[in-house]
Nanobody, 124 residues
């Protein structure tokens, strides 16, 4: 089992940038696919981005393509979400999640471990 701790959230103006980090405990981090999800008030949690292990194949939800980048550093047991050109509709609690799979899925039911979340607020 792994434990995940997110950081890097905050308040930013529209058009600004933030980088979220997710530190993962456990010796087998490199064998986990990782995902970022978000949940806005009154909405369901949704997939944002995912990265597999091996070839680190990435996937994104359409609304963040070209603006967000997911990456991982296996030496540091950390996954990142670089968020650029932020919009007010990106405001949400962002969660990272781990799945013992090669490819990162887009459904939250596929993930076995979750962080506590970090708040991102984008002002207009």
């Amino acid at each position: 089992q792994v434990q995940l701790v997110e950081s890097g959230g905050g308040l930013v103006q529209a058009g600004g940038s933030l980088r979220l980090s997710c530190a993962v405990s456990g010796r087998t981090f490199s064998r986990y696919a990782m995902g970022w999800f978000r949940q806005a008030p009154g909405k369901e949690r949704e997939f944002v981005a995912g990265i597999g292990w091996g070839d680190s194949r990435t996937s994104y939800t359409d609304s963040v393509k070209g603006r967000f980048t997911i990456s991982r550093d296996n030496a540091k047991n950390t996954v990142y979400l670089q968020m650029n050109s932020l919009k007010p509709e990106d405001t949400a609690v962002y969660y990272c999640a781990a799945d013992r799979a090669v490819v990162a899925g887009t459904s939250q039911t596929e993930y076995e471990a979750w962080g506590q979340g970090t708040q991102v607020t984008v002002s207009s």
